[in-house]
Nanobody, 118 residues
Framework: QVQLVESGGGVVQAGGSLRLSCAAS????????MGWFRQAPGKERELVAS???????YYAESVKGRWTISRDLVKNAAYLQMNSLKPEDTAVYYC????????????WGQGTQVTVSS
């Protein structure tokens, strides 16, 4: 498994920006995919973005065009730049990892709260 530590959450007004960071350790960066999930109160956890390399990214429709996921393979870290934030983006955000070629997200960070005020 991969050890993951998130940082960068906080409170921001609608239309503002935040950048989340996730530091990974325990496995070579080339061996796993990194992603960001979120869970709002009363809702299921959902995948919002994932990245393996710069040419291999996924975005949920709800964040396309507003957010950018990136990864630094040397630093073994991933980032989520969130622009044009909306109140409905309020949630706990989790960094996660799954083995390259695998389907199970089996490593999770502790989560960081993002609150967007209207």
């Amino acid at each position: 498994q991969v050890q993951l530590v998130e940082s960068g959450g906080g409170v921001v007004q609608a239309g503002g920006s935040l950048r989340l960071s996730c530091a990974a350790s325990g496995q070579p960066s080339s061996s796993f995919v990194m992603g960001w999930f979120r869970q709002a109160p009363g809702k299921e956890r959902e995948l919002v973005a994932s990245v393996y390399t710069a040419s291999s990214k996924y975005y949920a429709e709800s964040v396309k065009g507003r957010w950018t996921i990136s990864r630094d393979l040397v630093k073994n870290a991933a980032y989520l730049q969130m622009n044009s934030l909306k109140p409905e983006d309020t949630a706990v955000y989790y960094c996660a990892a799954k083995p390259r070629g695998g389907t199970d997200w089996n490593s999770w960070g502790q989560g960081t709260q993002v609150t967007v005020s209207s």
